[in-house]
């Protein structure tokens, strides 16, 4: 359908007003031209004007090419704006005119002003045609464009006109005016940028227009190449590949977490912080000072932010975890959810044992109840290397700045990063003394300092939040049954199932009940500080069965020193490992590969086993004995086995327990052990350590060596 003019008939008057392109403004200008182009001439294009006033009425071909573009131009768009707005609901419409920007709700406003313009003037007495001249003129705008605003608001209700005055042009689709790539150069061009190291653009761009135009791989501009990946790859897809998957979990917004209906104390979170300060911590037992940095485990109140317990320790561990709550228990009282770090300091079985979503270490189901299982405390985890998801994240970072850069401690901080040390590292370490009483110090400032912004604070501290809240709070506090479950440890253990001992650390502990629980599994709750103080003894669902008392004091005497064994024993093997490595330059496989090739050819015929006895520890004597039977490749066989001896004797003393016993009744008592523990029965925890430390000395391999090639009648010699 061919588009004309919504007016094809216009008087002179009509055109002067009408600000068309290259149509004069004035009459005497417009009648020049008239004259000049002679239109009264043209035959079907100029009639006589009806009505008062007569003169002529021109169509709209006459006018020129401009004036006659722009009256196209705009009949088509009034006629897509019309169509559109009568296809649009009022919901529609301010849909569209809410995402349009303030320039085009400003040129929806000028017409919609017009429109009442108009409509007030009608109102005061003019025709509808005088009101619409009158108002061109005042608002400086063409008499057909205020006939085409009333056309787009046709049959639409006065409050609902705004948005339906709003050009329509947004709508249209646009026909994509941008260049296009080859899908093999664009593939490689993201093949190379979306990788991690962040190649420089401009790099990947110069590699991939080499290898192109050398293979006749259509190429674009950099410009151009640039904005196409931008436009089909997302800002986020190019951080994930580039920056990898926590940067791109950086640009997900927060959770905003509401802890207006919350109250005090219940919930808390917990999480340890080391502090990057040098402190010295007295030595245990005579041992000599060791200077680290220390460790500190927090409980935040969630509701008002306030530490509310703490704890300092030489490493992260869930012995200061367990003090922590007991503290948190004692002074303020049982809290209705915890949310904790998934690490091994707090996803113990001590503290949180039997809890369903717990993933370290094994979960059974007859597990030991830890002490927040135990008091019917909801545990919740957190996301592991995600600081935003623990709240006392925050309260850290504020300690960083004021804690460890104390004046207090001048000399003693170490930096937050090895690249970050002050020129006076390592020049001083502060006494644990002193760095307590510091510590105690800015923690309560941080708790009362004023000014908080939080949507609980509004500007008090964190303390008057929690205080007043913490008044009219339901709060649970515990027993003085309840205070034995963290005051003491825990540990799950198996009652004797003939004696009704129950072994623990080395220790040997009994009482009279506990032959109602022959080879059950207890729970074991002990005083950290004291072993020897006795065991108090749990069933699996909680009941208290009673105190077992200390019968054999031989092993440890409190839970740190076992720790501090646990740990040097951990080094110690290590740095055997580590020598172990450095000393073995082949790998089991190169040196497979190398023997395969030097390996003497089968013999003809197998040399038959043959019994030499022999008296260990001397060559004359094994000589003396074995010269009936010997053979030289019996003989090549005993020196070697003779040499190995001597040489492991040379370069590894045996302990001293071990020199002033025979080897052989020694290995005897460790044949017995190994059959007992065969055959499922029990052996103290003190012949365990014997066993295992005899059987990694080289006298234990010689002697199973001998047994071997000999039989076990070489050990009744």
């Not at 003894?537 to 720790?563: P, Q, S, T």
């Amino acid at each position: 359908m061919s588009v004309t003019p919504q007016k094809e008939w216009w008087s002179a008057a009509d055109l002067a007003a009408s600000g068309l392109p290259d149509i004069p403004t004035t009459k005497r200008g417009l009648t020049k031209m008239i004259d000049r182009q002679n239109w009264v001439a043209q035959p079907g294009l100029v009639r006589r004007r009806s009505g008062r006033g007569g003169g002529f009425e021109y169509h709209w071909s006459l006018l020129p090419q401009r004036a006659q573009q722009h009256l196209l131009l705009v009949a088509t768009s009034d006629q897509t704006e019309k169509a559109e707005a009568e296809q649009m609901s009022a919901a529609e419409a301010w849909t569209y005119y809410d995402k349009l920007a303030d320039k085009a709700k400003a040129k929806a406003t000028s017409r919609l002003k017009a429109i009442q313009l108009v409509e007030a003037l009608e109102r005061g007495g003019l025709t509808k045609d005088q009101a619409v001249r009158n108002a061109s003129k005042q608002l400086h705008c063409g008499v057909r464009s205020i006939w085409n605003w009333f056309d787009m608001i046709a049959g639409i209700a006065p409050s609902d006109r705004l948005p339906y005055l709003a050009d329509r042009h947004k709508l249209a689709k646009r026909q994509s005016r941008a260049a296009e790539i080859d899908p093999t150069f664009g593939e490689m061009i993201k093949a190379d940028y979306l990788r991690l190291g962040e190649p420089d653009f401009t790099a990947c761009y110069d590699r991939i227009v080499r290898h192109c135009e050398a293979n006749g791989i259509p190429v674009a501009s950099k410009s151009a190449t640039r904005r196409w990946l931008d436009r089909t790859v997302s800002k986020v897809t190019q951080v994930l590949a580039r920056k990898g998957v926590d940067a791109a979990k950086a640009m997900f917004p927060p959770q905003e977490r509401d802890k207006t209906a919350m109250h005090a104390l219940e919930a808390v979170n917990a999480d340890f912080h080391t502090f990057d300060v040098f402190v010295r911590f007295p030595g245990a037992n005579g041992e000599p000072d060791t200077i680290q940095r220390p460790h500190m485990v927090a409980i935040q109140d969630i509701y008002s932010a306030r530490v509310l317990a703490w704890r300092i320790d030489t490493t992260s561990n869930g012995h200061a975890v367990q003090l922590a709550f007991g503290d948190l228990f004692r002074e303020y009282g049982i809290p209705y959810h915890v949310l904790l770090d998934n690490g091994r300091e707090f996803a113990n079985k001590a503290l949180t044992g039997g809890a369903p979503t717990r993933f370290r270490f094994k979960v059974k189901e007859d597990d030991i109840p830890g002490l927040l299982t135990a008091l019917d405390v909801v545990l919740h985890w957190a996301t592991p290397y995600h600081g935003q998801a623990k709240p006392i994240e925050r309260a850290f970072r504020d300690m960083c700045g004021r804690i460890a850069k104390h004046p207090a401690f001048h000399g003693a901080y170490t930096g937050n990063s090895p690249t970050a040390k002050p020129e006076d590292y390592g020049s001083r370490a502060v006494p644990l003394e002193e760095f307590l009483a510091v510590l105690a110090d800015e923690i309560q400032a941080h708790n009362t300092r004023t000014g908080r912004r939080s949507e609980v604070a509004m500007g008090r501290s964190f303390a008057d939040v929690f205080d007043e809240s913490y008044a009219t709070a339901p709060i649970r506090k515990a027993t003085k049954e309840q205070e034995r479950l963290w005051l003491m440890g825990v540990e799950g253990l198996t009652v004797n199932r003939r004696t009704g001992t129950v072994k623990f650390q080395g220790n040997t502990f009994w009482a009279p009940f506990l032959h109602e629980h022959l080879g059950k599994k207890i729970a074991a709750r002990f005083d950290y500080n004291d072993f020897f103080d006795g065991l108090h003894i749990y069933a699996l669902n909680g009941e208290y069965l009673g105190h077992a008392e200390c019968r054999e004091k031989v092993g440890f005497f409190d839970a740190d020193e076992a720790r501090i064994h646990a740990r040097a024993r951990k080094d110690w093997l290590n740095a055997e490992k580590a020598a172990l490595k450095a000393h073995k330059t082949l790998t089991n496989a190169e040196l497979a590969k190398g023997l395969s090739t030097s390996l003497p050819p089968e013999p003809a015929a197998k040399l038959e086993a043959k019994v030499v006895k022999m008296v260990p520890n001397t060559a004359k004597k094994f000589r003396t004995v074995a010269a009936e039977q010997s053979t030289p490749e019996i003989d090549k066989k005993r020196d070697e086995i003779v040499a190995d001896l001597a040489s492991h004797r040379a370069t590894k003393p045996k302990s001293r327990r071990i020199e002033e016993v025979d080897n052989r009744e020694l290995y005897r008592r460790a044949l017995e052990l190994e059959r007992k523990l065969e055959a499922g029965d029990d052996i103290t925890s003190e012949q365990k350590r014997w066993l295992h430390s005899y059987q990694d000395t080289s006298d234990y391999r010689s002697m199973q060596l001998m047994v071997k090639n000999f039989g076990e009648a070489y050990l009744a010699k």
